[in-house]
């Protein structure tokens, strides 16, 4: 099947330093990419959408400024995390929409420790 | 009225059992609609894609009722592997942009 692969699996930073994340479409081409965080036991919050080409749409209470994310190709959008605080630990996980079926498919999520 | 609204459960079903998930959405003209299974601390994966007539995968049941704006998930013969989060999903593409709508996800509990 389809598959996405996300980039760290996992990641330990210092407060006040930037961590990059990673979401690839290795076999089919993603115009659209989804960004979510999950905090422990609760729902996937959408944070943006990525669109390949142009600015992404962010969710009202997301930082863009903190949360910048960059789709360039119709394979690979990052999510960089600017200016890291132990709140912002979490788990983030990417979708791409797989532009010819319409299905969206995740990455294996990225464990995100600010300490 | 949320866009996608799930009952969160839990749902704990003995081993064998047939059990039933709904999910209600909002906006009429969402096109496409899907479940998706999360396991603790994974992420979320594919189980299959709602079609208007029904579709059915194994035990796996999914139906979609435009009209009353409601899918529907059905689990027969349940595993204990089936226990997970199901989450509904809806899309809605307009005016140049793509819509992926989550509902919460309904937590089941098979029990041996």
């Known amino acids: 099947g389809a598959v996405v692969s996300q980039h760290p699996s996992w990641v330990i930073c210092k407060s006040g330093t930037s961590v990059k994340i990673e979401c690839r479409s290795l076999d089919f081409q993603a115009t659209t990419m989804f960004w979510y965080r999950q905090f422990p036991k609760q729902s996937l919050m959408l944070m943006a959408t990525s669109n390949e080409g142009s600015k992404a749409t962010y969710e009202q209470g997301v930082e863009k400024d903190k949360f910048l994310i960059n789709h360039a190709s119709l394979t690979l959008s990052t999510l960089t995390v600017t200016s890291a605080h132990p709140e912002d630990s979490s788990f983030y996980i990417c979708?791409?929409?797989?532009?010819?079926?319409?299905?969206?498919?995740f990455g294996q999520g990225t464990r995100l420790t600010v300490v | 009225r949320k866009e996608v609204e799930q009952d969160p459960g839990p749902f704990n079903v003995p081993e064998g059992a047939t059990v039933a998930f709904n999910c209600t959405y909002s906006n009429s003209a969402s096109q496409s609609f899907f479940w998706y299974r999360q396991d603790c601390r994974k992420e979320p994966k594919l189980l299959m894609s709602?079609?208007?007539s029904g579709n059915e995968d194994g035990r796996f049941t999914a139906q979609l009722n435009r009209a009353s704006q409601y899918i529907s998930l059905l689990i027969r013969d349940s595993k204990l592997s089936d226990s997970a989060t199901y989450l509904c999903v809806v899309s809605h593409s307009g005016a140049g942009s793509y819509q992926l709508t989550f509902g919460k996800g309904t937590k089941l509990s098979v029990i041996p």
């Open positions: 979708s791409a929409r797989d532009t010819m079926t319409g299905v969206a498919f």
């Open positions: 709602v079609y208007s």
